[in-house]
C-alpha cells in the first residue's frame, strides 16, 4: 500500500538559511509525488509535483524537489528561507489510482 | 472563481446528534475527497469519489457517510457523532494528478 514518512514534525530555521523537509515513500509502482502547503487557517496549497517527467523538480516560492528512486526519497528543498514561507507541508504520494495519502506534516518555524 | 466551496466552516455538536458536512466544486472535476486533519497525524483520507455515483472508503471511513449527488457535489455525513470526530474537515476535487482544497470545516463534538 501506499504511504509516505515525513521524518521531523518540527523544523526551525534562520531566515536566509537552506530549508530541508524530508519525505520518504513506500509504493509498489511508480508513484506520483507531492508537496503541498498550509498556511494558519487555510487550506492545503499544491506546491509542486512529480509525474514521472524530470526527477528535479520546481515549484512556487522558491522550492523545489529532487525524486530518487534509489532511496525512494522526495525531499523539498529552498536554498534561502523567508519568514512568509513558515507554514506547515505535506508531502503525498498517489499510485495510478485515486488515493492521495498524505505524510503527518512538517511544521516549519523560520527565525529573523 | 470559487473553486472548492465548504459549508459549515465551523460547527459544535453534542455527542450522538447528526450533521452533514456540504462541498462543491465549479471546476467540473469527476475526483472529489474528504479528509479529517488531526495534530500530529496529517491528513487522512476518509472516503473519496472518482466519479459521480461511486463511492470508495478511505483510511478511516468508521462513523461516516457520503454522498455523490451529482459532479459537483460531495457531502460528509456523522450519523451520531463522538468526541473522537472533533477535527478538522477537509473537502478536495481533483483534475489530472492536482488536488485542490476547500477552505475546511472545523467541527467540535461534546
Known amino acids: 500500500a501506499q504511504s509516505v514518512t515525513q521524518l521531523g514534525s518540527h523544523v526551525s530555521v534562520s531566515e536566509g538559511a537552506l530549508v530541508l523537509l524530508r519525505c520518504n515513500y513506500s509504493s509498489s509502482v511508480p508513484p506520483y509525488l507531492f508537496w503541498y502547503v498550509q498556511y494558519p487557517n487555510q487550506g492545503l496549497q499544491l506546491l509542486l509535483k512529480?509525474?514521472?517527467?524530470?526527477?528535479l523538480v520546481k515549484g512556487i516560492n522558491g522550492f523545489e524537489a529532487e525524486f530518487k528512486k534509489s532511496e525512494t526519497s522526495f525531499h523539498l528543498t529552498k536554498p534561502s528561507a523567508h519568514m512568509s514561507d513558515a507554514a506547515e507541508y505535506f508531502c503525498a504520494v498517489s499510485e495510478d489510482t485515486d488515493k492521495l495519502i498524505f505524510g503527518t506534516g512538517t511544521r516549519l518555524q523560520v527565525f529573523p | 472563481n470559487a473553486g472548492v466551496t465548504q459549508t459549515p466552516k465551523f460547527q459544535v455538536l453534542k455527542t450522538g446528534q447528526s450533521m452533514t458536512l456540504q462541498c462543491a466544486q465549479d471546476?467540473?472535476?469527476?475526483?472529489m475527497y474528504w479528509y479529517r486533519q488531526d495534530p500530529g497525524m496529517g491528513l487522512r483520507l476518509i472516503y473519496y469519489?472518482?466519479?459521480?455515483?461511486?463511492?470508495d472508503k478511505g483510511e478511516v471511513p468508521n462513523g461516516y457517510n457520503v454522498s455523490r449527488l451529482n459532479k459537483r457535489e460531495f457531502s460528509l455525513r456523522l450519523e451520531s457523532a463522538a468526541p473522537s470526530q472533533t477535527s478538522v474537515y477537509f473537502c478536495?476535487?481533483?483534475?489530472?494528478?492536482?488536488?485542490?482544497f476547500g477552505q475546511g470545516t472545523r467541527l467540535t463534538v461534546v
Open positions: 478536495a476535487s481533483k483534475y489530472g494528478k492536482e488536488a485542490f
Open positions: 512529480y509525474t514521472s517527467a524530470a526527477t
Open positions: 469519489s472518482a466519479s459521480e455515483g461511486t463511492t
Open positions: 471546476m467540473n472535476h469527476n475526483s
